[in-house]
């Protein structure tokens, strides 16, 4: 079965660049997409189709999909953004999720 | 406004059964799959179940196949999983979600854009 593999955690300082990255066996030939996750909330879809954003969602979140690797990039990371974000992928009639990674804002 | 609402949530015994419901309101539901996704105490999310939206098409996780099943009723606004032969390891918080499974460029595309709040299963 298809894996996709996220680092556990990922620091910040505020208005620093996050990047979270999100592995998987020819991820590009796959389209990911990212959910954010704060305690005790639903998750929130926060990028699709690689790197387009849902509306609402702040210009500062944007992805990417190359080789066998996806990245959420959080430009000018602010309080707020603290949270799990999970990448999932859709494989073989199958939704993938990544395990998550926690972003903490220092 | 986008609503998805689970019900049906509870606590039963391993080996018991429970069905889970979703109402969904703001939009139209039958032009759209929906999908179980659970997410166990302090873990990441797990996709459950896949349906199309016209309830044609389903898929499962390997580990609820042949003890889960996911319907829904287009006239009602609502989707249900039924579960059965409930194991400990099914214990989780519950969310139905909206997707769009589109073919972009010949490759396939799925993603969730409105969830709803869960509803927990305690197996126990």
């Known amino acids: 079965s298809y894996e996709l593999t996220q680092p556990p955690s990922v620091s910040v300082s505020p208005g620093q660049t996050a990047s979270i990255t999100c592995s998987g066996d020819?991820?590009?030939?796959?389209?990911a997409c990212w959910y954010q996750q704060k305690p005790g909330q639903s998750p929130v879809l926060v990028i699709y189709?690689?790197?387009k954003r849902p509306s609402g969602i702040p210009a500062r979140f944007s992805g990417s999909n190359s080789g066998n690797i996806a990245t959420l990039t959080i430009s000018g990371t602010q309080a707020v953004d603290e949270a799990a974000y999970y990448c999932?992928?859709?494989?073989?009639?199958?939704?993938?999720f990544g395990p998550g990674t926690e972003v903490t804002v220092l | 406004e986008v609503q998805l609402v689970e019900s049906g949530g509870g606590l039963v015994q391993p080996g018991g059964s429970l069905r889970l419901s979703c109402a969904v309101s703001?939009?139209?539901?039958?032009?759209?799959?929906m999908n179980w996704v659970r997410q166990a105490p302090g873990k990441g999310l797990e996709w459950v179940s896949y349906?199309?939206?016209?309830?044609?098409?389903?898929y499962y996780a390997d580990s609820v196949k042949g003890r889960f099943t996911i319907s829904r009723d287009n006239d009602k606004n609502s989707l249900d999983l039924q579960m059965k032969s409930l194991r400990d390891e099914d214990m989780a918080v519950y969310f139905c979600?909206?997707?769009?499974?589109?073919?972009?460029?010949?490759?396939?595309?799925?993603?969730?854009?409105?969830w709803g709040q869960g509803t927990t299963v305690t197996v126990s």
């Open positions: 979600a909206r997707s769009t499974l589109v073919a972009v460029a010949s490759t396939e595309s799925l993603y969730m854009d409105a």
């Open positions: 703001g939009f139209t539901f039958s032009s759209h799959s």
């Open positions: 349906i199309s939206s016209r309830g044609t098409t389903k």
């Open positions: 020819r991820l590009d030939e796959k389209y």
């Open positions: 189709q690689d790197s």
């Open positions: 999932q992928a859709w494989d073989s009639r199958t939704v993938v």
